[in-house]
């Protein structure tokens, strides 16, 4: 049986969201984001058109700035998704091989904390990761950092990639001890369907860990802005993060997916910047494509002077760090399952 684990606090920059105006378009013209400020259901048979999206979602630009953008967040995620599942890895006596799955890769952070980790790498006389997404230009990305760490293709360790989506994964049944699943799952037109195949491509006793969002900070220090440059209309909402951020959803997808004895627990995360201009520019900069047409040009000119006036006015929402560092609260989900 797996125990709930404690929140952890994880300090990061915040950069993740300036993707988030293009998974909005993605989500809007593929019915999971209406026009409206309503969640549709989901719509199988938009499955292929919407995957082809997301490869443009995450085109070169994107992969090569990836970890930039997230200033270190989806690393921070990365370790903690890896120390819940090593109570569950099968024992290094019984196990001449451990099968790790990085499904939704991206630029490769959770294979290579796995790499960094020598309580994984040292145990086991072999570990073989295979890290997979749809995009192809992360593939490349990922690629190009495996040609240059030899390291990780030596001495029993073996780390391949492969483009691939998550929803059908191209690997046989019982293939990994683990698989991980970090910040996507939100991403998938039937995210049931990627549990499933998380599921299928687990061996007996395997386990699954997966991240999503439950709280983002910068929301109610948006709407604090727009009371600011628009008052009286009708606050933003963003009912592609909403559903996720409800408690059991996640779990309650990993268990519709045939995963057994699933845990959901939460990691309290702060989002740092170095001052108030440069989270300003940060924010306006993400939020102005992302509030889309909802907004009018002239508010959204208005929007970075009113993240300034309003982390100026000392707003609730904002915490101050060491050397003038302004911070807000985020949390994220975690599940884990077994097979």
Same mark, same amino acid.
């Given at each position: 049986?797996?125990?709930?684990?404690?929140?952890?606090? =994880?300090?990061?920059?915040?950069?993740?969201?300036?993707?988030?105006?293009?998974?909005?378009?993605?989500?809007?013209?593929?019915?999971?984001?209406?026009?409206?400020?309503?969640?549709?259901?989901?719509?199988?048979?938009?499955?292929?058109?919407?995957?082809?999206?997301?490869?443009?979602?995450?085109?070169?630009?994107?992969?090569?700035?990836?970890?930039?953008?997230?200033?270190?967040?989806?690393?921070?995620?990365?370790?903690?998704?890896?120390?819940?599942?090593?109570?569950?890895?099968?024992?290094?006596?019984?196990?001449?091989?451990?099968?790790?799955?990085?499904?939704?890769?991206?630029?490769?952070?959770?294979?290579?904390?796995?790499?960094?980790?020598?309580? =994984?790498?040292?145990?086991?006389?072999?570990?073989? =990761?295979?890290?997979?997404?749809?995009?192809?230009?992360?593939?490349?990305?990922?690629?190009?950092?495996?040609?240059?760490?030899?390291?990780?293709?030596?001495?029993?360790?073996?780390?391949?990639?492969?483009?691939?989506?998550?929803?059908?994964?191209?690997?046989?049944?019982?293939?990994?001890? &683990?698989?991980?699943?970090?910040?996507?799952?939100?991403?998938?037109?039937?995210? =049931?369907?990627?549990?499933?195949?998380?599921?299928?491509?687990?061996?007996?006793?395997?386990?699954?860990?997966?991240?999503?969002?439950?709280?983002?900070?910068?929301?109610?220090?948006?709407?604090?802005?727009?009371?600011?440059?628009?008052?009286?209309?009708?606050?933003?909402?963003?009912?592609?993060?909403?559903?996720?951020?409800?408690?059991?959803?996640?779990?309650?997808?990993?268990?519709?997916?045939?995963?057994?004895?699933? &845990?959901?627990?939460?990691?309290?995360?702060?989002?740092?910047?170095?001052?108030?201009?440069?989270?300003?520019?940060?924010?306006?900069?993400?939020?102005?494509?992302?509030?889309?047409?909802?907004?009018?040009?002239?508010?959204?000119?208005?929007?970075?002077?009113?993240?300034?006036?309003?982390?100026?006015?000392?707003?609730?929402?904002?915490?101050?760090?060491?050397?003038?560092?302004?911070?807000?609260?985020?949390?994220?989900?975690?599940?884990?399952?077994?097979?």
């Amino acid at each position: 049986m797996i125990t709930k684990s404690k929140s952890q606090v =994880i300090y990061t920059s915040f950069h993740i969201y300036t993707s988030f105006h293009r998974l909005r378009r993605l989500l809007t013209t593929f019915h999971f984001l209406p026009r409206a400020t309503t969640m549709a259901a989901h719509h199988p048979h938009d499955h292929k058109a919407h995957m082809e999206n997301i490869r443009e979602l995450f085109s070169s630009d994107f992969a090569r700035t990836y970890n930039e953008r997230t200033g270190g967040c989806n690393i921070l995620l990365a370790n903690h998704l890896i120390s819940l599942v090593k109570p569950h890895l099968p024992s290094p006596s019984s196990a001449s091989q451990l099968r790790i799955l990085d499904s939704a890769c991206g630029p490769l952070v959770l294979s290579t904390q796995c790499m960094k980790d020598d309580s =994984i790498m040292q145990q086991y006389p072999s570990v073989h =990761i295979s890290a997979v997404d749809l995009s192809e230009d992360f593939i490349k990305h990922s690629q190009q950092i495996i040609d240059s760490t030899p390291a990780w293709n030596s001495d029993g360790k073996t780390i391949d990639t492969a483009v691939m989506n998550g929803m059908d994964l191209k690997f046989l049944d019982n293939t990994f001890d &683990v698989a991980f699943t970090s910040l996507a799952i939100f991403a998938y037109p039937d995210p =049931i369907k990627c549990a499933k195949e998380l599921l299928r491509t687990l061996k007996p006793g395997g386990v699954a860990a997966l991240t999503t969002w439950k709280r983002v900070g910068w929301v109610p220090l948006l709407h604090e802005v727009e009371a600011l440059v628009r008052p009286g209309q009708e606050l933003s909402k963003f009912p592609f993060l909403e559903p996720w951020q409800v408690p059991g959803k996640l779990e309650q997808t990993l268990t519709d997916g045939g995963l057994q004895d699933v &845990v959901e627990s939460d990691v309290l995360a702060y989002a740092w910047f170095d001052n108030e201009e440069k989270a300003a520019k940060s924010l306006s900069d993400t939020l102005k494509l992302l509030v889309g047409s909802e907004w009018e040009e002239a508010e959204k000119e208005r929007m970075s002077d009113g993240f300034k006036q309003v982390m100026a006015s000392e707003s609730k929402y904002v915490m101050r760090g060491e050397g003038g560092k302004v911070g807000f609260e985020m949390v994220a989900w975690t599940g884990v399952g077994k097979k």
